[in-house]
Nanobody, 122 residues
């Protein structure tokens, strides 16, 4: 599966962005998916995950209640709706596939797309 994230940009604190991740390949619906982010000078961190059917979602505590992950298997797409953005949400955001439902560790995610930059101004 090849992935391409998009939708990043510059937004003011309190604003919203919707990230999209387009996947190629007919087996997209077999994979669990996740969003990660990497702030400047910091390690990559888990943001949100969703199982293959979309029936189970889970989030990092830092984004719970503000971000929503979803997927459309018919379109081979995964989304991350980000509301009430904060400056600390600024990072490069990546989508990735996993064979493990419920995982939040990068080692369990095997396919990564190029990231999309989100910058939140104060």
């Amino acid at each position: 599966v090849q992935l391409q994230a998009s939708g990043g940009g510059l937004v003011q604190a309190g604003g919203s962005l919707r990230l999209s991740c387009a996947a190629s390949g007919r087996t997209f619906s077999n994979y669990h998916m996740g969003w990660f982010r990497q702030p400047p000078g910091k390690e990559r961190e888990f943001v949100a995950g969703i199982n293959w059917s979309g029936g189970h979602t889970y989030y990092a505590d830092s984004v719970k209640g503000r971000f929503t992950i979803s997927r459309d298997n018919a379109k081979n797409m995964v989304y991350l709706q980000m509301n009430s953005l904060k400056p600390e949400d600024s990072a490069v955001y990546y989508c990735a596939t996993s064979a493990y439902s419920g995982s939040n560790h990068p080692r369990d995610f095997v396919s990564w797309g190029p990231g999309t930059l989100v910058t939140v101004s104060s």
